[in-house]
């Protein structure tokens, strides 16, 4: 029910959706976010991660977002390695018998994903310089209003021990 | 054993982990922070001083007092940026 995928390939959100909980009648409402590679002043991204932490994360915010509200399905596909602009670099889908579930969860797992799975990311400006991504308060304040910590320590923090509160 | 790191850190030092001794554990994060930074220059050193920079034991975040025994797994972190 709750899946999640790190991968180096494109991904086709289309197709996510299309497949995303489509055996499953029991469900009503399907939210999807899919975010993408912005462009402009930049050439490319490049996304480095933490393999099994970045999982163990993810996972313990959808099983987080499934204690709050009543889902039925939730998956998160999430790309590294080299993008190009336009192109997906996160795909986050939830399903529920009614909306509110799905639209919160949905954006729990987003919010949560923003400041506590370790990803990193850094940008190729148009003169081919590389630079680190900082990480944005905004993304903090965002995921704070769960009613969580204060700093991303914290809300790592928070989310595991939920996970081991279960 | 190995200490992991990622990100401007793996690239500030330029390598993706610090081998230490087993005799240097059990330690707390703190001081583990500073023993790993002279690996580096002074640039890597401030870095892993740097509060910011989180340290995770076992996959899980870790604070300052907190303690890590020989054979845990030990990763030193910028803040995180992915979605």
Known sequence: ?166 | MKILLFAFLRETLGREAVELPDDAFPIRVDRLRALVGEAGDDAFRELMADANVLCAINQRVANDDATVNAGDEVAFFPPMTGG
């Open chain 1, 1 to 166: 029910m709750l899946q999640v995928r790190i991968t180096q390939e494109r991904i086709d959100a289309a197709a996510l959706l299309d497949a995303f909980a489509s055996d499953d009648d029991g469900v009503g409402a399907v939210v999807s976010f899919t975010g993408k590679a912005r462009g402009g002043a930049v050439s490319a991204l490049e996304l480095e991660h933490y393999p099994g932490m970045t999982e163990r994360q993810i996972e313990a915010s959808m099983d987080s977002a499934a204690r709050r509200w009543p889902l039925r399905a939730m998956e998160v596909v999430h790309r590294v390695g080299l993008l190009e602009p336009g192109e997906t670099i996160v795909w986050v889908g939830a399903a529920s018998a009614h909306r509110a579930a799905a639209f919160n969860a949905c954006e729990f797992v987003m919010d949560f994903l923003k400041i506590a799975a370790p990803f990193w990311k850094r940008e190729r400006d148009r003169d081919g310089r590389w630079q680190w991504v900082e990480a944005r308060d905004a993304d903090l304040q965002r995921a704070r209003r769960w009613g969580l910590g204060t700093s991303a320590d914290e809300a790592a923090t928070y989310i595991v021990d939920r996970d081991n509160a279960s």
